[in-house]
């Protein structure tokens, strides 16, 4: 069974940008109700279909899937609820964890948001300096709620 503990934050400077290069994310949504979402995601490369279970704090339900990068593309374009998430992948290795952090584009153009995944809720972590405030437990902030209420729109 899977389990996703992640943490979320907003970021209070922009001294990442020069540790790492990104990559191009796209992903959507064929569910998004609030007991389960059902994702695609595309990396330029690879597809993924991910299922995820409602939020408990930190913890949720996951399960994630390679599928093939062409039925991945189909699914988003003719599938998926609009507008679709794009954004650029940031991965920084800190300590022993390594933060992802999410620069998004089109309808979420101007949100910036770093992630990163624990092996349990109480895990320590060390806090990158550019690391501002923890918005775990606002859904605003999740994935799913911003193909309805996109960044632009706040």
Known sequence: MGKEIERKFLLAGD??????????????????????????RTDGTRGFITIKGPPAGT??????YEIPAHDADTILEELCEKPIIEKIRYRIGLGKHIW????????????IIAE???????????????????????????????VKNPYKKW
Request: proline fraction near 5%; avoid cysteine; hydrophobic fraction near 30%.
């Open 116 to 146: 990163v995944e624990l092996s349990r809720e109480d895990e320590p972590f060390e806090r990158p300096p550019w690391l501002g405030r923890d918005v775990t437990d606002n859904p605003r902030y999740y994935n799913a709620n911003l």
């Open 59 to 64: 913890v949720r339900r996951e399960y994630e």
């Open 15 to 40: 001294d990442w940008r020069s540790l790492v290069q990104g990559i191009t994310y796209r992903q959507g949504y064929l569910n998004t109700a609030k007991e389960r979402t059902v994702r695609i």
């Open 100 to 111: 992802e952090v999410d620069e998004f584009l089109g309808e979420n153009e101007g949100l």
